[in-house]
């Protein structure tokens, strides 16, 4: 207690997200000494993984910084709306595509030996060429996904730490005394990679594990006082009703959404069927019978996140918020959480908050990691060429190298976390008619499957581009001859299914082999 009283506030908070760091580098250490050194259990955690670990797992690695800082972010500049546009919609799709897409999945990667999607969709389609071009995209489309959470840490603990060590970092406005974006940034980067790099899979299971259950009790924890505070009424119920009274009535409707905009959102959640890291989770499971759980919660689990950050960010609407943090959405949420709480609250909040982020980095940087070991340096270079030992060292060096350009490449500037999502999103839904015909279409050709990936890779690409590459937040399409707007991802995932059916109509069906390997219960 005297080492907290001779501390300022911003060194409270920062002490209690160090604090929490060390816990996490703890947990991965634990972690790698029941490491037992094969390239499965590195990569897959030998399988190993349970329902409630995959639940928590899964749940951990699809909510980022999106769902939190972005989510509370965008309901303070758009509303209520927020919600219905992906957070509704995403709890049901989710459920589907793991029951529809992760099971038979699962099946194959066990019955086969997959780890990346590249094998599975080189062995669907009896084409090597499948693999070595969907390798770059995947990573191309990833890399955003990891600027989210390494820009949305480092803003948050900029946030968070103002006024601890002013002649250390002197800055002007809040900022001042704050541990700057680089070195936040930084600091987040170098935990992942030194438990992703010692755990493996088994590490950042049991951290992701770890992770969504602090910040889903902190998440909650926040509603409760910031609701108290921002409400001011003798009860909670008074407290909540109050803080949403004042809300003005065009941040409580999405009357000033465009309806087809609003509905085209809904195409986004498919985006889960094509995440790498989320493929590689599913493989992990120790039996097909431990999706249920994740089937059955993950709606639930969504919606205890997702309501609470789109309130919060709301409320904020009704709060003194200085300009440099309304023209900044993704510190809407750290602000109100550092005005409203006391440090060592305000520290286990923010320990909350980059439990979330992190929770997400770990699985993309180790699938990142998988991914180049399997489809490029074992693939190419030959099976019987690298040792287990050797595999798990490359896909180390690799994840060194993925951090060190995100870090990088989070240094280049601002760009508001919900937009840089949904970019990312609309890459990989885009590429969900390619999954999704290779489980169940079986006139799916390897020639309709490339001509797929290319249309959706281009068609996102000149639209981002378009989009000033995420600068234009509220960048959207026009439905020709109409003033009604939609959202890019209708075009890029229409072209993409468009290019797919056409060419594989047109191209030799798959060999009879093939289709009796992934449809054994179907007459060749």
Not at 185 to 209: E, P
Not at 230 to 253: C, H, M, P, Q, R
Request: one cysteine or more.
């Amino acid at each position: 207690m005297d080492l907290l009283a001779a501390m300022n506030p911003g060194q409270i908070r920062l002490l209690i997200i160090v604090v929490y760091l060390l816990l996490l580098l703890g947990l991965g250490f634990f972690a790698s000494r029941s490491f037992s050194g094969t390239r499965k259990d590195y990569l897959l955690a030998s399988h190993s993984i349970g329902p409630f670990l995959l639940l928590m797992s899964i749940f951990g690695t699809t909510m980022t910084a999106f769902a939190l800082v972005g989510s509370s972010g965008e309901a303070f500049k758009e509303g209520i709306g927020v919600y219905g546009m992906l957070a509704s919609s995403s709890g049901i799709i989710h459920s589907l595509c793991f029951f529809l897409i992760g099971v038979k999945v699962y099946t194959f990667g066990r019955k086969y030996g997959y780890t990346t999607q590249c094998q599975f969709f080189r062995d669907r389609l009896d084409s090597d060429f499948v693999g070595l071009l969907l390798f770059p995209i995947l990573v191309i489309l990833v890399v955003p996904y990891l600027l989210l959470g390494v820009m949305a840490g480092g803003a948050v603990i900029e946030a968070m730490t103002g006024g601890a060590f002013p002649d250390i970092f002197p800055a002007k406005g809040p900022a001042n005394g704050a541990v700057p974006k680089w070195l936040g940034s930084g600091l987040v980067c170098v935990v992942v990679l030194v438990y992703v790099f010692f755990g493996g899979m088994r590490g950042t299971a049991w951290a992701n594990a770890f992770q969504t259950i602090v910040f889903m009790v902190l998440g909650v924890v926040t509603f409760y006082v910031l609701a108290d505070k921002i409400g001011d009424g003798e009860t909670f119920w008074e407290s909540l009703k109050n803080a949403t009274g004042k809300v003005a009535d065009k941040y409580t409707t999405r009357e000033h959404m465009s309806p087809t905009k609003f509905f085209t959102y809904m195409l986004i959640p498919l985006s889960v069927g094509m995440f790498p890291h989320l493929f590689q989770h599913w493989l992990t499971a120790k039996s097909a019978k431990s999706f249920k759980l994740s089937v059955v919660m993950h709606p639930i689990f969504i919606a205890i996140v997702w309501v609470p950050c789109v309130l919060i960010g709301i409320w904020a609407t009704t709060q003194p918020i200085p300009p440099a943090i309304q023209s900044n959405a993704n510190k809407v949420l750290p602000f109100l959480v550092k005005t409203m709480t006391r440090p060592e609250l305000g520290g286990l909040l923010t320990a909350g908050i980059l439990a979330a982020i992190m929770s997400s980095l770990d699985s993309q940087f180790l699938c990142l990691g998988t991914m180049f070991t399997n489809d490029i340096v074992v693939h190419y270079g030959g099976k019987d060429r690298f040792s287990d030992k050797q595999q798990v060292w490359i896909a180390r060096a690799f994840i060194i190298l993925i951090v060190a350009i995100t870090y990088v490449l989070a240094l280049q500037g601002y760009r508001s976390v919900f937009t840089l999502g949904i970019w990312c999103f609309s890459g990989f839904a885009a590429l969900f008619p390619i999954v999704w015909a290779a489980l169940y279409w079986r006139r799916l050709t390897a020639a309709g499957a490339v001509s797929g990936i290319i249309a959706a890779a281009a068609c996102w690409f000149l639209l981002f581009r378009e989009s000033g590459f995420g600068k234009t937040t509220n960048f959207s399409l026009k439905i020709p001859f109409t003033e009604l707007q939609i959202m890019p991802v209708v075009a890029i995932l229409g072209c993409a299914l468009l290019a797919m059916v056409l060419t594989s109509l047109v191209t030799p069906p798959p060999s009879k082999a093939t289709l009796a390997r992934f449809f054994p219960a179907e007459k060749a």
